[in-house]
């Protein structure tokens, strides 16, 4: 009988022992398991971690670029913006030339008195910015109608022989063309003074009465030579002129002035000069 039980019981222990050792390795495969899911769990941990940081990085860059989108876009509506305007003042702004209608006065060349004089001006731009002004190229016609009573003497050459001394009147008329420069200062928006120079061709034209005493048949008097008054029709003489003035802005197109030039010109009491007020409109 006790024979029968150790022989259960060793066949007993005979079939545990295995299932002992098998469970042992069933533990110990579940901790390397664990081991390794951990270890996995903490590298997507690192991983989400950097991926983080590099989204994070990702936002601030694109906060940054569209601010300088934004940044960019203010900068091209205003150049824009400056351009338009630029464009409506070039528009408004006139190309810098000038008329002027200019009335006045004429020291009369020849010793002739002080006459009316009027002339037409031209000026086209040459420089636009020169210093705080321009320069244009200018033309400038001017026509003066001027007078003076004469007391003749006699010559030998008279009519009447022992002809007592009369009086006459003699006119000029005096063309002059002006080819020169003109500066115009124009650091002020209303008040713009300005300088011209320049050579002059200058046409007196003999309109006295009685021509045949004057510049006609009859020799001239002393009295008109001694002047340098031109005899026959008249005389064309080169020169040289010289003036300034000032304007005054009405508006961007209009303006008034006054100026004064000297006219050179090399004959006996040849030189004059003119005086006006001044009406100019700018295109």
């Known amino acids: 009988m006790l024979s029968k039980h150790i022989f259960t019981y060793a066949l007993l222990l005979l079939f545990a022992l295995p299932l002992g050792f098998k469970s042992y390795d069933v533990h110990a495969a579940s901790d390397e398991q664990i081991q390794e899911l951990k270890r996995m769990i903490e590298e997507n941990r690192r991983e989400n971690e950097e991926n983080r940081r590099q989204n994070e990085l990702l936002s601030e860059k694109i906060k940054q670029l569209e601010a300088e989108k934004a940044a960019t876009q203010v900068h091209v509506q205003e150049s824009e913006a400056q351009m338009q305007e630029l464009a409506s003042n070039q528009a408004d702004k006139p190309l810098g030339a000038e008329f002027a209608l200019i009335i006045g006065a004429q020291s009369g060349p020849f010793k002739t008195g002080t006459g009316f004089y009027m002339a037409g001006e031209l000026g086209l731009p040459l420089y636009r910015t020169l210093g705080p002004g321009k320069l244009m190229g200018l033309i400038n016609i001017g026509w003066a109608k001027t007078d003076d009573d004469v007391t003749f003497e006699p010559t ?26 003109k500066y115009k200062v124009e650091a002020h928006h209303i008040v713009q003074p300005f300088l011209v120079a320049g050579p002059s061709f200058n046409i007196f034209l003999n309109k006295s009465d009685p021509g045949s005493q004057v510049g006609g048949i009859a020799p ?51 030189s004059f000069g003119t005086y006006g007020g001044r009406l100019g409109f700018r295109f």
């Open 156 to 181: 030998i050459n008279a009519v009447a022989p022992g002809a007592l001394p009369t009086q006459n009147s003699v006119t000029l008329d005096t063309v002059s063309i002006l080819l020169g420069l």
């Open 220 to 270: 001239q008097p002393d009295k008109l030579q001694n002047r340098g008054y031109p005899s026959g029709q008249g005389s064309a003489e080169l020169g040289l002129a010289a003036g300034g003035g000032v304007d005054f802005n009405l508006t961007k197109k209009i303006f008034l002035g006054a100026e004064g030039r000297y006219n050179y010109v090399d004959r006996n009491n040849g």
